[in-house]
C-alpha cells in the first residue's frame, strides 16, 4: 500500500472516483479523466452514461474502466478554475511541491485538487503496467464546431485514434505547458486528448460516448463484432456524419497567448476547423486587431472569459510535408 494513501482514501475517492469496472479476463486499463475544468462538466455526464451502458449490457469482457473527476471544486461552482487553471500546473516541480505541503497549507485550491488527483493516479501507476494502461483526458471547448483528439506523436497512438472517425490535432499537445496530459506522457503513459465538442452543446455528450465506446472497442475491452452491433454502429455513424468533412490528421502552426491585461475578444463567428486566411482579422485586444498569421483551420477560438489561448491555427498535415 502507498502510503500516500492516508486519511483521506475514503471520502476523496469516493467523491473523485465517478466509478469503475472490471471486465472477466485480463486486459488494459483505460482510464477516463474528466472534469480537469470545473466548466466542462459534460464529459463527466458523458463518462456516467458509458459507465452506465456499460453495466446494464455487461459490456466490458476484457480490462479495466476507471473514471475520475478531476476538479471538483471547480465542478461543483461550473467555473472553469477557482484559483489558478488545474491544466497548467503540472511541471515536476510544482507537483513535487504538491506532494511534500501539507494540504492546508497549499497556495490554491486546484494544487489541493491536484494532491486529491494524484492519490488516485499514484495507485494506478503503482498497480498497472504503463504500457497496458490507456489515459483520456477529456475536455470540451467554449467555440461551435467539431470534436476532436489531441494525440502524441506514438504512431501505434495515431492508429488507434483513427478508430474513432474524429480529426486529430498533432502538436498541440507539445505547445501547452504544464498540461497533465503532457506529464503524464513524459512519464511515459499512453495518454491522448479528447475535445468533444462546445461545453453546452447536445451533441458533445454523444461525442464523448461514442469516442470512448470506439476507443473501449479498439482496445479490446469490448468485443469487437460480437457486443452490441447495432449500437456500436451507431456511434460510428454519429461520430462520422460529424466528422467526414473535416481533414483526418492536421498539425499545430500558430498558437495566440493571451497576456495579464490584454483584453482579449475572439471576433464573433468563428469556429473550430473554419478555414482562415493569412491577415484575416480574428481577434483584438487593446493593441488592436489581431490577424491571422498564415492559412489554415482555426482551432479553439476563445469564447469564454478564463483561459489563456486565444486561438490556434493548424494546417492539414500532407500539405506541411509537401511544401
Ligand atoms: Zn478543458
Known amino acids: 500500500m502507498?502510503?500516500?494513501?492516508t486519511e483521506h482514501k475514503t471520502d476523496v475517492a469516493s467523491n473523485r472516483t465517478i466509478g469503475s469496472l472490471?471486465?472477466?479476463q485480463e486486459g488494459p486499463l483505460v482510464v477516463l479523466l474528466t472534469g480537469m475544468h470545473g466548466n466542462e462538466y459534460i464529459g463527466v455526464q458523458a463518462v456516467e452514461e458509458v459507465l452506465g451502458i456499460l453495466k446494464e449490457t455487461d459490456g466490458l469482457a476484457r480490462g479495466e474502466v476507471l473514471a475520475i473527476r478531476a476538479n471538483l471544486t471547480a465542478l461543483k461552482h461550473k467555473v472553469r478554475y477557482i484559483d489558478e487553471d488545474m491544466n497548467r500546473i503540472w511541471f515536476p516541480s510544482i507537483i513535487k511541491k504538491i506532494r511534500s505541503t501539507p494540504e492546508e497549507s497549499l497556495s490554491s485550491t486546484e494544487r489541493v485538487e491536484v494532491k486529491g488527483l494524484l492519490r488516485i493516479l499514484d495507485q494506478v501507476e503503482i498497480q498497472h503496467?504503463?504500457?497496458a494502461t490507456i489515459m483520456v483526458d477529456i475536455h470540451t471547448f467554449s467555440a461551435e464546431g467539431s470534436m476532436f483528439t489531441l494525440p502524441d506523436q506514438d504512431p501505434g497512438q495515431i492508429d488507434l485514434l483513427s478508430e474513432i472517425y474524429a480529426p486529430m490535432v498533432l502538436g498541440i499537445g507539445r505547445s501547452l505547458h504544464g498540461t497533465a496530459l503532457k506529464y503524464y506522457q513524459k512519464?511515459?503513459?499512453?495518454?491522448?486528448?479528447?475535445?468533444g465538442g462546445?461545453?453546452?452543446?447536445s451533441m458533445t455528450k454523444q461525442n464523448i460516448?461514442?469516442?470512448?465506446?470506439?476507443l473501449l472497442r479498439a482496445v479490446g475491452c469490448i468485443d469487437s463484432g460480437e457486443y452490441r452491433p447495432d449500437m456500436m454502429e451507431d456511434f460510428q455513424k454519429h461520430l462520422k456524419s460529424q466528422t467526414h468533412h473535416l481533414p483526418v490528421r492536421t498539425e499545430l502552426v500558430y498558437q495566440h497567448l493571451i497576456e495579464e491585461g490584454d483584453q482579449f475578444k475572439m471576433?464573433?463567428?468563428?469556429?473550430?476547423?473554419q478555414p482562415v486566411k493569412e491577415g484575416q482579422w480574428l481577434a483584438s485586444d487593446r493593441n488592436g486587431r489581431i490577424v491571422a498569421q498564415c492559412d489554415g483551420y482555426v482551432l479553439m477560438p476563445l469564447y469564454q472569459r478564463q483561459g489563456r489561448e486565444g486561438f490556434f491555427i493548424i494546417?492539414?498535415?500532407d500539405d506541411m510535408q509537401s511544401s
Open 22 to 24: 472490471k471486465g472477466q
Open 129 to 131: 503496467d504503463s504500457s
Open 315 to 317: 494546417k492539414e498535415q
Open 187 to 195: 512519464r511515459g503513459l499512453f495518454s491522448f486528448g479528447l475535445e
Open 198 to 201: 462546445q461545453h453546452e452543446n
Open 267 to 273: 471576433r464573433p463567428g468563428y469556429k473550430n476547423f
Open 209 to 214: 460516448i461514442a469516442s470512448v465506446m470506439l
Open 2 to 5: 502507498n502510503p500516500m494513501i
